[in-house]
């Protein structure tokens, strides 16, 4: 069976125009425009009576570095879907399989990115800062972020110098103090667990980026300030450094990032989780040349060879699966008989995902 499926269309000439960059305060006016195709290949066991699978994709709400064109599918599902996860508008896709017949499916998106650069030189905080109702959400605590105890009491030995209170200078004092304290571990399983509250109490500060920019994300919190992290994938070689980017077989290339929200301005991108990886895997000091450069550059942008899929936290994915709510949505989730796979070994899970720049009419792989 085949069946496609578009979640989105834009027309051609919209895709030849730039977003007005007045609509996101934030973020500098885009550069060039750069078109990649991002592909699942998903084959999954025959074992079993019923087979389901949840696949993230490419953020659909469009900013000036990022758009997503459409996504189509393919294979042999007996049902499959485009959806939004539950009570968000975050994009994912859903395929079913009953009996024990050749499971697969191949799901395909478009999506342009350009460059993120935010203009803190001249930022002053507005006499009034006002936090619109639809962000104060992100100053709340989580399961994995909470905001008491001790994230709480760190937060504030962390700010307790700035001036004026500053939600700028506070940003960057926890920024500083998390690439100054974190390890990036190569060691750790997929992206980390992002569990804030353990790893302050057991002053163990090593894990990979969920973890890293869960730490800046709830320090930020726990100051006043919104924040967030955006779950996403490399999809191209890096030009800051070799470790920061993946093209080609991007299967095991996820990566996610923080944005914090400054009043009058909106959302400032920062990575410090990139940092502390080159840090780690090119064995500098943290104050070598190269460090302090790169901690320059990743707090207020973003290196645009990555995708954004979404900014959810305890996710329910839906459509009656077994697992309930996963921390978050980052990788491909199956379900065989209510049972989950292994999601952090695609071989195993017997998935591929594939990056490929678009030129043209054509693709460079």
Not at 34 to 58: C, D, E, H, I
Request: some cysteine; aromatic content about 10%; overall charge positive.
């Amino acid at each position: 069976m085949k069946r496609r499926d578009f979640i989105k269309l834009i027309s051609a000439s919209a895709t030849l125009l730039p977003i007005t960059p007045s609509i996101f305060a934030q973020t500098t006016s885009p550069g060039k425009w750069r078109s990649y195709r991002l592909s699942y290949q998903v084959t999954l066991p025959t074992t079993g009576k019923n087979a389901r699978l949840w696949l993230p994709l490419p953020d659909t709400n469009d900013t000036p570095y990022q758009f997503t064109q459409g996504s189509v599918w393919n294979g042999s599902a007996k049902s499959a879907k485009f959806y939004t996860l539950p009570q968000t508008n975050f994009p994912a896709f859903y395929a079913e399989w009953n009996g024990n017949d050749e499971r697969h499916v191949t799901v395909s998106s478009i999506v342009k990115t350009a460059e993120r650069q935010s203009d803190l030189q001249y930022y002053n905080a507005p006499g009034k800062a006002v936090i619109p109702d639809n962000i104060k959400r992100f100053l709340q605590s989580t399961q994995q972020i909470p905001l008491d105890g001790i994230v709480r009491k760190t937060a504030s030995s962390i700010t307790k110098d700035s001036n004026n209170n500053s939600p700028l200078q506070k940003a960057r004092l926890i920024y500083d103090w998390v690439i100054d304290n974190a390890t990036h571990d190569q060691k750790v399983r997929g992206r980390g667990k992002g569990d804030v509250k353990q790893m302050l109490a057991s002053e163990n500060l090593n894990g990979k980026c969920a973890d890293i920019n869960a730490l800046f994300v709830g320090l930020a919190r726990a100051s006043g300030i919104p924040a967030r992290q955006q779950f996403g994938i490399r999809i191209n070689e890096s030009v800051l450094n070799k470790n920061l980017g993946k093209f080609g077989d991007v299967s095991t290339a996820q990566h996610c990032r923080a944005e914090f929200y400054l009043a009058g301005l909106g959302w400032v991108p920062a990575d410090p989780a990139d940092v502390c990886k080159v840090i780690a895997l090119e064995g500098l000091p943290r104050n070598h040349e190269q460090v302090n450069a790169l901690r320059e550059k990743l707090f207020g942008a973003w290196e645009m060879n990555w995708v954004a899929f979404n900014h959810g936290e305890n996710i329910s994915l839906g459509q009656n699966g077994k697992t309930g709510k996963v921390p978050f949505f980052l990788y491909p989730h199956a379900e065989i008989d209510g049972q989950q796979l292994d999601n952090l070994e695609p071989q195993t899970f017997s998935y591929k995902i594939a990056s490929a720049a678009l030129v043209g009419t054509g693709a460079k792989f």
